[in-house]
């Protein structure tokens, strides 16, 4: 029964490696420790068959403990797995020095530590497996009558059946380096016949160098009497082949006076091991995706061009892309394209690296280019200007010709930082500088950048303050029937009260809302709010005037609206036939089957539904058919030149004529003459609203307003 011992002085690792160990058979027994002192105080009898330690303990390291551990009897080729995070190679060599046989990265794959667990624990079984073969057979000499020649030579015999079934290459070799025996593994793997072998060196049999090695080895073995710890050795493959790579252990084989007569060799093939290895280094270090490398192996080169530039007076630059308008090709033509576009574009930007440059992918639709030893900065802007020109070339996706561009960030070492952390920041900054200009062009960083992103970062946290402290009030613009010219609804616009600048204009806060979610929250305050005002108006002896709110896509994407829109109706008191809910093309388009079914729920409810900006998203004019929708609203750039340019009253007419045909009201937005009234009668257009009629008021002026038209109703 194996005995596996796990020290770690936090219980979360020994829990997780103690469940992993047990899992390996059903008669493997675990042994827990939390202190080395006590795990060394514990080892008895029996030892344990497999030690897994952590590095970096209080008191004693790993290295540390494995020394001491080596000391106690018995314990010498018990094979130890000492665990350390990736970066710290020192700590690896220093617990490989003290003794231990192999190692894991923190934090441990789960796979992996089962695999390498269960292969020395086959080892550290093989092992006594032989040890207690030659124990019997050492036994069997000293009873027995025959001359101490006649018995070396029956135990060499036996010895070389027993090791045949082990499943590893063993051989053993005397003090003069000549060979006692090798099992059929080995002589299989050196590709000689195993009788003939006997008598001949090392060297001659393994070849020169590996024959030099293993002798060193076996004569370290002669000195000091004991085994050496398990390790690991690289040959070359089968007939100019791949490496192999083998997992070795060297043990003093003793004759029946207690003399070390010869050495023994047992390994184990780890090729398929390390290739496993090599795959998960791999996946850790590049993206799934395009096979680029990613962040991870970015940061990691980052780190050491920094290395290299303090040694040398040299500069170098990294570059960070983000590619324009890639959100429109997901929604428009699916994931898959827009996975397919990001390969293309990895692959185009490969074209314009050197071998000594590294491109990366960082997530999204971000990459990083990491140029090195360039001349001068102006090498840097260059290739940014090539990068921006090959993307203007189409992209052939899903058989469309997709043309994208892209924003890009420049910084320079060392003049914009000297650590890898601050100049991914920096580069970050000077991206979204470019994006925030106009796009599809580039931007060096600038340290008057800084002082935007910390505006950013103040904006944010004066929006969260904002939304606690109900700094937040709405306006209402009133919509009016052009059939009888009275008020018949109001759209709700949120404006921003702040304690120092006075009133802030949407454009300056609700498109930073949108980017870091901030939205969400606004939003339904913004719908939670305009119900419960439009509520209280009926106070007022008004009459039930239709209430209007914008949604935003991040909003209906994150929220299940239906269930939002019930507690809010629930909670005010709203009669769900007085609330409207404005909907951009863009939300729709965005997975419109879910967002149909979302829309049928709230008509069921009696909440009408009209589309925003009509015409200015990325459907066509017949997509409108397939939503359930009570309105569609004219955005005002085709209301602004309606009178002066046919084109644009060409596109009202369609949008109106468009609407009736599927018995869907219009109503026109940005209204500001007398003559955009007349036309837009004349086509059929039922409601409308612009500053001809009213600004956005605050509510007070609002009411006051719809009071007055009400009277004139009365009157006449």
């Known amino acids: 029964m194996p005995l596996v011992m796990i020290l770690d002085d936090r219980v979360t690792n020994r829990n997780i490696f103690a469940k992993l160990a047990a899992s390996i058979s059903d008669d493997v027994r675990v042994e827990t420790h939390g202190d080395p002192a006590s795990a060394l105080a514990a080892i008895g009898a029996p030892l344990p068959d497999l030690v897994i330690t952590d590095y970096k303990m209080p008191g004693m390291n790993g290295a540390e403990f494995v020394r001491h551990f080596r000391q106690i009897p018995g314990c010498e080729d018990v094979p130890v797995i000492a665990i350390t995070v990736y970066e710290e190679r020192s700590f690896r060599l220093a617990a490989l020095e003290a003794g231990a046989t192999d190692f894991l990265l923190s934090p441990v794959d789960h796979a992996e530590f089962l695999t390498r667990a269960r292969n ?122 791949e490496p192999e790579y083998w997992l070795t252990t060297k043990s003093p084989l003793r004759d029946g ?153 420049v910084v320079l070492h060392p003049n914009d930082g000297d650590d890898a952390e601050d100049m991914l920041k920096k580069v970050d900054i000077a991206m979204y500088r470019a994006k925030a200009e106009g796009r599809n062009l580039y931007r060096a960083f600038d340290p008057a950048m800084m002082s935007s992103a910390r505006g950013e970062i103040t904006l944010e946290a004066e929006l969260r303050r904002a939304l606690a402290n109900q700094e937040f009030e709405l306006f209402y613009q009133p919509q009016i029937d052009l059939r009888t010219n009275r008020i018949v609804g109001a759209e709700a616009l949120i404006r921003w009260r702040h304690p120092t600048r006075g009133l802030v204009r949407p ?99 009696g ?5 925003d900006d009509f015409g200015t998203g990325y459907s066509s004019l017949a997509y409108v058919k397939k939503f359930p929708v009570d309105r569609i609203k004219i955005d005002q750039s085709f209301v602004r030149n309606l009178t002066s340019d046919p084109n644009d009253a060409a596109i009202v007419r369609a949008i109106v004529n468009l609407g009736h045909s599927l018995g869907i009201d219009v109503i026109a937005e940005g209204v500001d003459s007398a003559d955009q009234v007349e036309m837009l009668r004349a086509e059929g257009c039922e409601e409308a609203q612009g500053f001809l009629f009213a600004k956005p008021l605050p509510v007070e002026e609002f009411l006051a307003l719809v009071q007055a038209d009400a009277a004139v109703a009365r009157s006449a």
Do not use: Y
Not at 314 to 337: C, E, P, Q, S, Y
Not at 584 to 593: K, P, R, S
Not at 607 to 611: G, L
């Open 120 to 241: 020395l624990l086959q080892m550290r079984r093989q092992a006594l497996i032989i040890k207690g073969r030659a124990h019997d057979l050492e036994r069997e000499l000293q009873d027995s009558e025959r001359s101490r020649q006649q018995l070396l030579r029956d135990s060499k015999e036996r010895l070389a059946q027993v090791i045949d079934t082990v499943p590893a290459c063993v051989s053993a070799f005397d003090r003069d380096g000549a060979c006692i025996f090798l099992n059929s593994r080995a002589a299989a793997r050196f590709d000689v016949d195993a009788h003939g072998a006997i008598g001949q060196r090392a060297d001659a049999l393994l070849g020169d160098e590996m024959g030099a090695r293993s002798l060193s080895l076996d004569q370290m073995v002669f000195r000091s009497g004991v085994a050496l710890p398990t390790f690991e050795e690289e040959s070359a493959g089968q007939e100019g082949g």
């Open 257 to 409: 006076d207690g003399m070390i007569a010869a050495v023994l060799t047992s390994s184990l093939d780890i090729t398929d091991r390390k290739k496993a290895e090599r795959h998960l280094v791999h996946l850790a270090h590049h993206d799934a995706l395009t096979g680029l490398p990613n962040r991870t192996f970015l940061q990691d080169r980052l780190r050491r061009e920094i290395a290299r530039a303090r040694r040398g007076d040299r500069i170098f630059a990294l570059l960070m892309l983000d590619i324009d308008r890639f959100k429109t090709v997901n929604d428009a033509l699916g994931h898959h394209a827009g996975d397919a576009l990001l390969c293309a574009v990895g692959e185009r930007l490969g074209t314009h690296i050197r071998k000594k440059d590294v491109l990366a992918r960082l997530g999204g639709d971000e990459f990083a280019l990491l140029l090195s030893g360039i001349r001068n900065p102006q090498d840097a802007l260059d290739r940014a200007e090539q990068i921006l020109g090959a993307l203007k070339q189409p992209f052939t996706i899903a058989g469309e010709d997709i043309v994208v561009g892209a924003s890009i960030g």
């Open 507 to 605: 454009l300056d806060f609700l498109p930073f809302a949108e980017e870091t979610g901030l939205i969400i929250p606004i939003n339904e305050w913004v719908i939670a709010q305009a119900c419960s005002e439009a509520r209280g108006w009926c106070a007022h002896g008004l009459p039930p005037l239709r209430v209007a709110v914008n949604l935003s896509p991040v909003q209906f994407r994150n929220r299940n609206m239906v269930a939002l829109v019930d507690d809010i109706l629930a909670r005010t008191g709203l009669d769900p036939k007085r609330l409207e809910l404005e909907l951009t093309e863009t939300i729709l388009m965005h997975d419109a089957d879910a967002v149909t079914i979302e829309l049928r729920e709230l008509r069921k409810r």
């Open 607 to 611: 909440v009408s539904v009209s589309i």
